[in-house]
């Protein structure tokens, strides 16, 4: 095999690997611990400042202003087969923060300004020193992955009747990944390193939420797509030294989705459900890399493609007020794949259905509240032998046989002011 073939497999392992965790995850929607306890429910009840990001209209709800900050640290523990087919490896155990931070405030008697900055996701996973490396006896090296994607946005909620409210939102995304990857070059396997990073095109929101009656509340919401242009460096280390920049795109999805919630014991207790539909197939059907510095080693473009699928997720919550100042939550996410058997990866969610439990609790006084919550979430699935004679092998190692799974869990943190 020539070495301008050998190095661009490892660009093509890289960057596949690095992009995907958030590509292929459903998106945890970590942005206010009050909807997180309920399920990540809100759309059609939750009028805090985070609603920029869950349902825009909302903001109309807010009296004069206010402020939310919200932290939750994610932990998550992996397996795939990455000794070979049907071997079972752990990863180490994964941590990192998901912020965020929103504002709102009233501009005129029916119009709300809301802005903020927040985390759409943090995934990734490292595999240490993984013993006999893709099936090779004798190999050992680690295998790790860190991708981070968010946005700043600004948007208004508009009260267009007393029962009808309209939002719209400006999203500029950026996201940042950097991987360390074992990759074979001929006989040897040589550790590749890449960093990538930077904003993008900007995106929009738009949300509608209706009350029908004084009890029911109903919502929809549509997310554009967004792409970050990205840019870094890739290097090798060992036997074969080599550096290159690059540069790449990467979308997050168009995203459809649908709420009602229900006020019940004199809108003591809300009932909530939800369906959200993401458009993973066509967001990145490809890939293409941009390479510089290495010529005559590298072609000057290449394409990965990513074997994605639409996922969908159903959310359901409830959040009851024991009295003015104190409620409990709680709700359960079932929520399909984005990722297929053919494209599963040791960094991605498994080619299953996920499922994810919470709860938590909420104190307020006056102006100010507090709400805490704990998640869980788990997905697994088995990939079978395949009819394809190039899967599993070569620098893409996807579709591997074997059992893949995720263990995620995550603590909210979130301080809310209203005027």
């Known amino acids: 095999m020539s070495a301008r073939a050998n190095i661009a497999g490892i660009v093509a392992l890289l960057t596949g690997l690095v992009c995907s965790p958030a590509s292929a995850n459903i998106e945890p929607s970590s942005y206010d611990a009050k909807s997180i306890a309920a399920g990540t429910t809100g759309m059609a009840y939750l009028d805090n400042p985070s609603a920029l990001a869950i349902n825009p209209a909302n903001l109309a709800g807010i009296d004069r202003g206010g402020m939310s900050v919200n932290i939750t640290p994610v932990f998550s523990v992996s397996q795939a087969p990455l000794s070979g087919p049907n071997t079972e490896v752990q990863s ?60 700043a946005a600004v948007g ?27 990759a074979e070059l001929g006989p040897v396997i040589v550790p590749t390193s890449a960093t990538l990073g930077g904003a993008g095109w900007p995106g929009g929101r738009i949300g509608l939420t209706w009350r029908a009656t004084s009890e029911l509340a109903l919502s929809l919401m549509y997310r554009t797509v967004a792409t970050s242009r990205l840019s870094g460096d890739l290097t090798t280390e060992g036997l074969v030294e080599v550096g290159s920049s690059v540069t790449a795109r990467f979308s997050t999805p168009h995203v459809l989705s ?61 959040d009851y007020q024991i009295n003015s100042r104190f409620a409990v939550r709680g709700g359960y996410v079932p929520s399909s794949s984005a990722t297929t058997a ?52 070569g620098f893409v190692r996807i579709g591997c046989e074997g059992d893949y799974k995720t263990v995620n869990g995550s603590v909210s943190l979130q301080f809310v002011y209203k005027r």
């Open 156 to 182: 208004v909620g508009i009260e267009v009747t007393k029962s009808f409210d309209l939002g719209v939102t400006l999203r500029v995304p950026f996201a940042w990944q950097r991987a360390k990857i074992p």
């Open 258 to 318: 649908g709420g009602l919630a229900y006020s019940l014991l004199n809108d003591a207790l809300t009932v909530a459900a939800e369906l959200h539909v993401m458009f993973y197939e066509s967001a990145n059907d490809k890939q293409t890399l941009t390479l510089d510095g290495m010529e005559p080693l590298l072609p000057e473009t290449a394409d990965i493609l990513f074997l994605w699928q639409n996922a969908f997720s159903l959310r359901f919550g409830v």
């Open 342 to 393: 053919e494209g599963a990866q040791p960094v991605v969610p498994p080619p299953g259905w996920s499922h994810s439990f919470s709860t938590g609790f909420g104190a307020s006084w006056k102006s100010f509240a507090v709400d805490f919550a704990l998640q869980a979430a788990f997905a697994s699935a088995h990939v079978g032998p395949s009819t394809d004679p190039g899967a599993c092998s």
């Open 92 to 151: 180490d155990l994964g941590f990192g923060p998901i912020p965020s931070l929103f504002g709102a405030v009233r501009i005129a008697d029916r119009v709300v300004l809301g802005f903020g900055a927040y985390a759409l996701g943090l995934f990734g996973a490292k595999y240490s020193n993984v013993q006999d490396l893709y099936g090779q006896a004798g190999a050992t090296g680690d295998f790790e992955v860190t991708f981070v994607s968010g946005e």
